[in-house]
T-cell receptor, first 111, second 113 residues
Framework: KQEVTQIPAALSVPEGENLVLNCSFT??????LQWFRQDPGKGLTSLLL?????REQTSGRLNASLDKSSGRSTLYIAASQPGDSATYLC??????????FGTGTSLTVIP | DAGVIQSPRHEVTEMGQEVTLRCKPI?????LFWYRQTMMRGLELLIY????????DSGMPEDRFSAKMPNASFSTLKIQPSEPRDSAVYFC???????????FGPGTRLTVL
């Protein structure tokens, strides 16, 4: 069974700082790698999806990379803002459409 | 589009009662997923439908849980009888196809006393 780990579990940074969130997975037979954001009491919002054949994907201040061989993905957030405060989760679905989520990184950006 | 709609948003019930959670996926999406989220276990996939057909229900915890998708615009997750350990937030998500980008509903917070 796929195991997805996210480190750190919590992160607190001052506004304006660039930061990196990490996601690792044990089975490299993934279909894609997805990053989500979850605000307290809300559902998940999709941020980025990297196909298994891709190396990275960018959206605004967010950049996600994927290294299947090492079982790692990173989410880079540039010039962090207080509005970025949320829990960030990664998911690694396999070709059988089984979704495995990490436990998330809780991010706090201090004004 | 209104996004994925779930009802009720909150449900409080007593142990042994039947609970039915409802989901309306985004129009045109072919895949629907039910998840459960708890502090202890995180987000777990319970069941996945494709074109209204259950494809993978290996995540359904036990026979007390059942899910149906009678048509492309409606799905239910039923727990009968409910137990306190079923207390969690249940999410429904839909996508155009399989492991494509998923769109989540707001969730149903279930409390079983």
């Amino acid at each position: 069974k796929q195991e997805v780990t996210q480190i750190p579990a919590a992160l607190s940074v001052p506004e304006g700082e660039n930061l990196v969130l990490n996601c690792s997975f044990t089975d490299s037979a993934i279909y894609n790698l997805q990053w989500f954001r979850q605000d307290p009491g809300k559902g998940l919002t999709s941020l980025l999806l990297i196909q298994s054949s891709q190396r990275e994907q960018t959206s605004g201040r967010l950049n996600a990379s994927l290294d299947k061989s090492s079982g790692r993905s990173t989410l880079y957030i540039a010039a962090s803002q207080p509005g970025d405060s949320a829990t960030y989760l990664c998911a690694a679905p396999n070709t059988g459409n089984q979704f495995y989520f990490g436990t998330g990184t809780s991010l706090t950006v201090i004004p | 589009d209104a996004g994925v709609i779930q009802s009720p948003r909150h449900e409080v019930t007593e142990m042994g009662q039947e609970v039915t959670l409802r989901c309306k996926p985004i129009s045109g999406h072919n895949s629907l997923f039910w998840y459960r989220q708890t502090m202890m276990r995180g987000l777990e996939l319970l069941i996945y439908f494709n074109n209204n057909v259950p494809i993978d229900d290996s995540g359904m915890p036990e026979d007390r849980f059942s899910a149906k998708m009678p048509n492309a615009s409606f799905s239910t997750l039923k727990i009968q009888p409910s137990e306190p350990r079923d207390s969690a937030v249940y999410f429904c998500a839909s996508s155009w196809a399989g492991p494509d980008t998923q769109y989540f509903g707001p969730g149903t917070r279930l409390t079983v006393l």
